[in-house]
């Protein structure tokens, strides 16, 4: 049986901006742009769906979305952006679910920024040089 699994709250918080969903893990800096299919699919998921069963319902109708869905719900746990939810139990995918992912698209991009990562891991209250006052970060060597 498959798990409910939820966001990996704290360390990733949510914003909804319409039709996007901007992930940010606060453990690596890493920030994730959720759109089409794939923030549909992770509603779902978050929902309570079986990734699993939703991902074999998409593959019976376009064999592409379905792996490619198991591929992105890999890499939503990989980052650890979404974690199983203990002594749960998920309930099965429909072919409405299914049908309502496709109706938005078949392709499950999976975008991660690490452009910001080092500024979101900087403790600018103790990493800083003392005399120098914040935001100076203090030499590495």
Known sequence: MSKVFELNTPDVMAEDFDADLVLLNLRSGEYFNITGAARAFLDKVLAGVSPTSLSALLAKSIPEAGAGAAQYFDNLQKHNLVRPVA???AIPATPADAAAILAI???FPFECFD???????ADPIHDVAPEAGWPILPDAG
């Open 105 to 107: 698209g078949a392709s």
């Open 115 to 121: 452009d910001l990562s080092d500024l979101l891991a």
């Open 87 to 89: 002594d749960s139990t």
